[in-house]
């Protein structure tokens, strides 16, 4: 079956630490996209890759850093410098007229 | 800029009761409008969209009118059931080429009670 697939499902960080949470989707997308969602409030964008090798930031990138080295893959990096970072993260990829967004279940990331 | 504006929850219904979540939007141009869906602990689902005025999306005994002259996206359901509990997010995605943000309301938490 096509999807997306989000690993892990729950990830706990030290802080001070880096993490990386994988995104990987074998529908053929070409746009892949990073969200992330606090309790109570809507996603806000992080990051988007139209292309491989090509990525813009979103709306909250501060603390954050993405790679998109194969089509299929698109993690996201969460660096020490993020000030907040316990929230649900949410992946989402869309294909050819990049209407319609298909997103993954998501990785809830907790600092200690 | 582009936005969303989304009827605020909780919003409670018994089991076989009307629902409306009301959205309206800001946009320049024709955006697609869509209506995703989000269930405890998981991503979000495509529950419905539409893509030009006048166009209504339905699924799941849901259905949505994409109103230009309201700029209006509202989301009804005739007779919801307890597994319909979840948030409900009304988004917009601008009419431009390329990746798009898609620009989300906050949500609006629906519970069913039987």
């Known amino acids: 079956d096509g999807g997306i697939t989000q690993s892990p499902k729950y990830l706990f960080r030290k802080e001070g630490q880096n993490v990386t949470l994988s995104c990987e989707q074998n529908?053929?997308?070409?746009?892949m996209y990073w969200y992330r969602q606090d309790p109570g409030q809507g996603l806000r964008l992080i990051y988007y890759?139209?292309?491989?090798?090509?990525?813009q930031k979103g709306d909250i990138a501060e603390g954050y850093s993405v790679s998109r080295e194969k089509k299929e893959s698109f993690p996201l990096t969460v660096t020490s410098a993020q000030k907040n970072p316990t929230a649900f993260y949410l992946c989402?990829?869309?294909?050819?007229?990049?209407?319609?967004?298909?997103f993954g279940p998501g990785t809830r990331l907790t600092v200690l | 800029g582009d936005s969303v504006t989304q009827m605020e929850g909780p919003v409670t219904l018994s089991e076989e009761a009307f629902l409306t979540i009301n959205c309206t939007y800001t946009?320049?141009?024709?955006?697609?409008l869509f209506w995703y869906v989000q269930y405890p602990g998981e991503g979000l689902q495509l529950l419905l969209k539409?893509?030009?005025?006048?166009d209504k999306g339905s699924n799941k005994g849901f259905e949505a009118t994409y109103r230009k002259e309201t700029t209006s996206f509202h989301l009804e359901k005739g007779s919801v059931q307890v597994s319909d509990s979840a948030v409900y997010f009304c988004?917009?995605?601008?009419?431009?080429?390329?990746?798009?943000?898609?620009?989300f309301g906050t949500g609006t938490r629906l519970t069913v009670i039987p």
């Open positions: 989402a990829s869309s294909g050819q007229g990049y209407n319609e967004q298909f």
């Open positions: 529908l053929n997308h070409d746009a």
């Open positions: 890759s139209q292309i491989v090798n090509d990525f």
């Open positions: 946009a320049t141009g024709y955006p697609s």
């Open positions: 539409a893509t030009k005025a006048d």
């Open positions: 988004a917009l995605s601008p009419l431009i080429t390329g990746a798009n943000n898609l620009f």
